[in-house]
């Protein structure tokens, strides 16, 4: 992982998300990185992101992992592909399935796998684990803003 994360490629203008920005001042700054053909982010979770009960994730952050992660790894893609700076792409569609808890305070592992690249439109399909259990999976749909392009 000797490469700058793909969220600290971003342009200043588009580096303020709050899942990822690395200008964010508040925000989580989710890492992430080539894993071979596969991209990886690592995140342990405060328990201040408590779900519905002790000791688990809420959902929606869970969401935002696979959100994130699979904005990164669609630029990254992208970038590889046309041998291109890295550009910023945005959610067009976010799909979760909730496979089982997901534990806070345990170091969560997403990693991605590009399914397609069609022009500005990249899919993404993700999963979550934490300790070796498959605790979501997604598929995100993610569109290159066209003054990127
Ligand atoms: C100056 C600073 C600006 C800055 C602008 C900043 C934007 C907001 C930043 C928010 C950052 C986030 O939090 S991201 C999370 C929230 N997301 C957003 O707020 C995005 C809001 N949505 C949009 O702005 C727009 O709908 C876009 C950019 C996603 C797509 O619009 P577009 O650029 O006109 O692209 P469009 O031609 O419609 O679609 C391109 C391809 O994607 C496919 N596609 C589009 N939407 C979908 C969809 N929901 N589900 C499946 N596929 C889809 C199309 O079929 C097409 O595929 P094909 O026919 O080619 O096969």
Same mark, same amino acid.
């Given at each position: 992982m000797s490469e700058p994360a793909f969220q600290d490629q971003y342009p200043d203008d588009y580096a303020? *998300?709050? =899942? *990822?920005?690395?200008?964010?001042?508040?925000?989580?700054?989710l890492k992430s990185y080539w894993d071979g053909e596969e991209t990886v982010c690592r995140y342990t979770p405060d328990p201040?992101?408590?779900? =519905?009960?002790?000791g688990f994730l809420y959902g929606g952050m869970i969401a935002s992992l696979i959100d994130c992660h699979g904005a990164g790894t669609a630029a990254a893609a992208k970038a590889r592909q046309d041998g291109k700076p890295i550009s910023r792409f945005v959610t067009a569609s976010l799909k979760v399935d909730y496979l089982a808890p997901t534990p806070i305070n345990t170091e969560l592992e997403i990693r991605g796998k590009v399914v397609e690249i069609k022009g500005r439109k990249v899919i993404v399909d993700l999963v979550v684990f934490a300790a070796g259990t498959t605790c979501a999976t997604g598929t995100v749909v993610m569109v290159q803003l066209k003054e990127q392009n």
């Open positions: 303020h *998300c709050y =899942g *990822c920005g690395r200008l964010h001042a508040e925000g989580h700054h201040k992101y408590t779900g =519905g009960f002790p």
